[in-house]
């Protein structure tokens, strides 16, 4: 736990700065904070999206297999016209930096 001797306080190491400084008085008083994403955090989304994917995929069969092909159809091009919408999105935030 980062120590300031000026200001003589305890820092928890999240809330300092980037460059590991004292927030108050600007002396450094640690290593800079680790903020990167643990490696789990990418493995439990990776199967939230395929589960969730699956579990689409299993609702359009359904509904074609109870006679509703046309609400599948109207489904997926909601998909397609949000994935285009998400899409064309992050171009648009890419092209402005």
Known sequence: M???EDCEKFWNPPSLPPDGSCPT???VIGDPPDTSIPWHFWILMAVSVAYLGYRYLQGIGWLVSNNLAWAAVLVGIGTLSLLGWGVSRWIRSRDAK
Do not use: Y
């Open 2 to 4: 980062p120590w300031c």
């Open 25 to 27: 008085c600007g002396a």
